[in-house]
């Protein structure tokens, strides 16, 4: 089954609104990362967490290795957080190479 | 910081060519992780290179892929005889020391006819 499970696979949101997408893990994941993948297919860094809560301007996320899931919670949605937004975990110590979520694809809409 | 470069950005090969993909990681990071992407299998880990040496291959099909990293600013991804199943972007990441956050190239888009 999939190491890395994440939902929901699309999401459509009106400018202005909250959503939340989540990770939930079969791994002992010990770090998550969180991405944006654009347009042009570059991958762009949102978040780094070992466990705990970090937020940056409209964005916020979590990570819970106890309960082996993340979120990540998007306030007041705009027309540039469209895109499709990926979960990677690391699997134990010492240096991993990151585990992929399938992606959700985040559509806003005026 | 230029980020992590890849070349070319856009790759077409017959079928049965080689293809040599490139990846310049970040200054001062000794860690430099392959991955591709593809719609039906997603994004997916190749291998990993940490001050230079190979730590985890595990990803790479047997046959035709290999990697190397000659020195501390270059890793190249080695594809003989590719077939179109071979077809994807495949991605360069680099970190620090390979245990914290890692940082995406732009890809490098592979076609094999």
């Known amino acids: 089954g999939d190491k890395v499970k994440q939902s929901p696979s699309a999401l459509s949101l009106q400018e202005g609104t909250n959503s939340a997408l989540r990770c939930n893990f079969s791994?002992?994941?010990?770090?998550v990362q969180w991405f944006l993948q654009n347009p042009r297919g570059s991958l762009i860094n949102l978040f780094y967490l070992v466990p705990g809560t970090k937020e940056n301007g409209r964005l916020k996320s979590a990570f819970d290795s106890k309960e082996s899931y993340s979120t990540l919670h998007i306030r007041d949605a705009q027309l540039e957080d469209s895109g499709t937004y990926f979960c990677?975990?690391?699997?134990?110590?010492?240096?991993?190479?990151?585990?992929f979520g399938t992606g959700t694809t985040v559509s806003v809409s005026p | 910081n230029a980020g992590v470069i890849q070349t070319p950005r856009h790759k077409v090969t017959g079928k049965g060519q080689e293809a040599t993909l490139w990846c310049e990681p970040i200054s001062g990071h000794s860690a430099v992780f392959w991955y591709r992407q593809t719609i039906v299998q997603g994004l997916e880990f190749l291998t990993y290179?940490?001050?230079?040496?190979?730590?985890?291959d595990s990803g790479m099909p047997k046959e035709r892929f290999s990697a190397q990293m000659p020195n501390q600013s270059h890793s190249t991804l080695k594809i003989q005889s590719t077939q179109p199943q071979d077809s994807a972007v495949y991605l360069c990441?680099?970190?620090?020391?390979?245990?914290?956050?890692?940082?995406f190239g732009p890809g490098t888009r592979l076609t094999v006819l």
């Open positions: 990677a975990a690391e699997e134990g110590q010492g240096g991993r190479a990151l585990i």
């Open positions: 290179f940490r001050n230079q040496a190979p730590i985890d």
């Open positions: 791994i002992a994941a010990t770090t």
């Open positions: 990441a680099s970190s620090l020391q390979g245990e914290d956050e890692q940082y």
